[in-house]
């Protein structure tokens, strides 16, 4: 009777342990799955709603999500101390629509930082009220001589052919000022675990903290608060970051955000030189934040613990938490390391993502 | 022998990858979006032969030249007529390839570096032995990027800015992709849809005009009698050393092979922002007499285009390297071109009405026979 007994333990453990292996290893690829259907949402800073209703859709049931009037989204679970923000942005670089010329054509401002040469030639996709209008971004005068001298080519001289002679055609089409633009989105994958595409700055600590969300057991965090953000307009100021300081009142803030990495082909490899797929990032310093050492040291120890592959390091540019420090919180950036910033092709390896996501979980679970 | 077998490899899986459109009479814009995406760059034209023959009604009569061109006439023997069209595009090749992985490009046919720079920060495909591999040519990440670089790419910019990156970390992993020296590299491309019957894409209006001639040989009945001549011609892009007046390669050595008295050709029309005969995207095809007066040949295409409605613009002094080979004494030689805009960039536009404009003046004058 006895040995039944035991065998019959073994044979449930066996089994339980069984299902939450297979329960984690169902969940493996969700964050990359999550991400390749992220970035082709366009959200454009200032018009990230389809975003942030496509992460709020994909949340967990148990978590009761907020939503404000400029689109920041997110839940807080618990009542204690510290209060843990954990935050990403939905947000994405694009353009504007600032007017319709009388030949028909668009002019634009920007939407945050990049070489809008990238643009010069190619296809965009205009985000109009009645759906999506195809354009394309013509090419400057004497492009095609080879003798034509070359100066910065700035978003002034962005113009969007549509197709159309007139300004009366451009608005029968649905077009008016103030649709976003985004160019045309194609995801390039070198193998099933390395790709390159558009908005992965931010989409990708998007797909991590949604991911994040469901392996937390949210009725075991402890005695302390956690908040999960996905917040707006970081390309063009941080400004959803802002609000959210403002009403959160953290202890803690860990944005989730790419940290540029110099190992493309042009970068100086004098700083930033984190390799792609040796995992997640704590971003220590960069332009807009230094985390404090012994912060940093108790978020080092809980990945040790964890056993999940991290790499230290520096690079340039913001990030969300940075605005919340003036209100006392301490900011730990966390990250995966990127390539091709600000691009149309901007890299991350699936690992990296992974364990990212696997590291936000942890700390949820295990900061004291 | 290795090179060719390589190109019939490249040729095979096109075709495996179109066989469920194979050996259909498609509409226009159905070849058209058929024939898009196979890659073509002058010198590595033998995937879009290997289309081309596939959709031929025939492969009985089909001849090549040593450039690669494609010969195929309907009848027991060529009539006076032949149709001409080049069917290459611009392309890169892989010239080098990095230890830490990266390959290098460079192209054949000297032009403007700027339309050059318009594939950087965007995917290319690589087309090796064992298929595409996909890619994107690298750029210097924004928050990082010293003034130095920031300069050179607005100011300079150009092949040697080119960093292909498939993913390979070393030079024996872009080679266990299959990546080898001198493997053709083109922009991936997917035709935009614009307003007004236009649409837009890399190399659009050598596809358009591919399936122009493709549909109209596929129209011509079978017969014992004469009929006309086509050509799709390779390397058009490569121009004749010292050539006066300037000759493209493959024309070239097409209007040495041929012996039509009057020749057709159906080519591209780039318009130019500002140029003053004003041809534009979407007012018809643009009929060119290459000897300066109106051959009976031209005068036919007008009168027929006159009688059917169709729309013909007028560009008596266009010259053009493919156009110019084949002037010859005895020969009546025009050119029944597709307008273009943004030639040669990622985005070539041009107008369906248009190219059907194009395609129907040319069936028509074959329906009315001898000119």
């Not at chain 1, 990403?88 to 668009?106: M, Q, R, S, Y």
Request: aromatic share 8%.
């Amino acid at each position: 009777m006895m040995r039944r007994r035991v065998l019959l333990s073994i044979v449930a453990i066996l089994v339980t342990g069984g299902v939450l292996i297979s329960q984690t290893m169902d969940r493996q690829d969700i964050a990359w799955k999550m991400l390749k259907e992220l970035v082709l949402i366009p959200g454009v800073s200032g018009y990230e709603k389809e975003v942030a209703e496509f992460v709020r859709s994909r949340l967990p049931g148990e978590v009761e999500p907020q939503m404000d009037d400029m689109h920041n989204l997110w839940f807080t679970v618990g009542k204690g101390r510290p209060h843990l923000v954990f935050v990403a942005h939905t947000d994405e670089l694009g353009f504007v629509v600032e007017e319709i010329t009388p030949e028909g054509t668009l002019k634009v401002s920007n939407r945050g930082g990049f070489l809008p040469q990238m643009y010069e030639g190619h296809a965009v996709q205009i985000h109009a009220k009645i759906g999506m209008v195809a354009g394309i971004v013509m090419p400057r005068s004497g492009y095609s001589r080879s003798d034509t001298e070359l100066s910065p080519y700035t978003t002034k001289d962005v113009s969007v052919y549509l197709g159309v002679s007139n300004r009366e055609e451009a608005a029968a089409m649905g077009v008016s000022v103030g649709d976003s633009i985004t160019v045309r989105k194609k995801i390039v994958e070198f193998s099933p675990d390395l790709l390159s595409t558009r908005a992965v700055d931010d989409r990708a600590g998007c797909a991590a903290l949604l991911e994040a969300a469901h392996r937390v057991d949210w009725k075991r965090i402890g005695n302390k608060t956690v908040t999960f953000a996905w917040d707006v307009q970081e390309e063009t100021g941080l400004f959803g970051a802002s609000r959210l300081a403002q009403k959160l009142d953290a202890d803690y803030v860990f944005p989730v955000d790419t940290f540029v990495s110099s190992a493309g082909p042009f970068d100086s490899k004098r700083f930033a030189h984190l390799p792609l797929g040796k995992g997640a990032v704590f971003r220590a310093i960069d332009s807009s934040n230094i985390a404090p050492r012994v912060e940093l040291a108790k978020a080092i120890a809980i990945a040790k613990a964890n056993k999940i592959p991290f790499q230290l390091g520096n690079t340039r540019g913001g990030n969300d938490g940075s605005v919340f420090v003036p209100h006392g919180a301490v900011n730990i950036p966390l990250s995966w390391p990127g390539t091709y910033s600000h691009s149309f092709i901007e890299k991350i390896h699936r690992s990296d993502l992974e364990a990212l996501t696997d590291l936000i979980a942890a700390l949820v679970r295990d900061w004291k | 022998m290795k090179k060719r077998l390589f190109f019939l490899a490249i040729g095979v899986m096109i075709l495996l990858f179109f066989s469920p459109v194979m050996g259909e009479e498609l509409s226009l814009l159905k070849l058209t979006q058929a024939l898009f995406p196979v890659p073509s760059p002058v010198g590595y034209e033998e995937p879009l032969a290997g289309f081309i023959t596939e959709f031929l009604p025939s492969k009985t009569k089909i001849l090549r030249d040593n450039l690669g061109s494609l010969y195929w006439r309907s009848g027991n023997k060529s009539s006076e007529l032949a149709f001409c069209t080049p069917m290459d595009e611009p392309g890169y090749f892989v010239s080098g390839i990095d230890p830490e992985g990266y390959l290098r490009l460079d192209k054949a046919v000297y032009g403007s570096s700027l339309i050059d720079s318009y594939h950087l920060g965007h995917p290319m495909f690589v087309w090796t032995e064992g298929g595409p591999v996909e890619g994107v040519l690298a750029l210097p990440s924004l928050h990082i990027l010293s003034p130095e670089v920031r300069r050179e790419l607005q100011e300079d910019p150009g092949l040697h800015l080119a960093y292909l990156d498939i993913g390979a970390y070393s030079e024996e992993e872009a080679h266990k992709k299959g990546v080898r020296m001198l493997d053709a590299v083109t922009p991936w491309r997917e035709i935009t849809g614009l307003d007004g019957g236009k649409m837009a894409g890399h190399s659009l209006g050598m596809k358009c005009c591919v399936a122009v001639a493709l549909s109209l040989a596929q129209g011509v009945p079978k017969s014992n009698s004469p009929g006309p001549l086509f050509v799709w011609m390779a390397q058009t892009r490569f121009p004749v050393r010292r050539s006066r007046p300037r000759s493209a390669l493959g024309a070239l050595r097409a209007a040495e092979e041929i012996e039509a008295q009057v020749v057709i050709v159906v080519d591209v029309y780039p318009c130019q922002e500002g140029e003053k005969t004003k041809i534009v995207v979407g007012s018809g095809p643009v009929l060119v007499d290459g000897q300066g007066g109106m051959t009976k040949a031209g005068e036919k295409i007008e009168k027929i285009s006159r009688s059917k409605g169709l729309p013909l613009q007028l560009a008596p002094d266009h010259s053009s390297s493919v156009l110019n080979p084949f002037l010859k004494k005895d020969r009546e030689v025009i050119g029944l071109l597709l307008p273009v805009r943004f030639a040669q960039t990622p985005s070539e536009i041009v107008d369906v009405n248009d190219m059907e404009a194009l395609h129907a003046v040319l069936t028509a004058l074959l329906q009315e026979g001898r000119i």
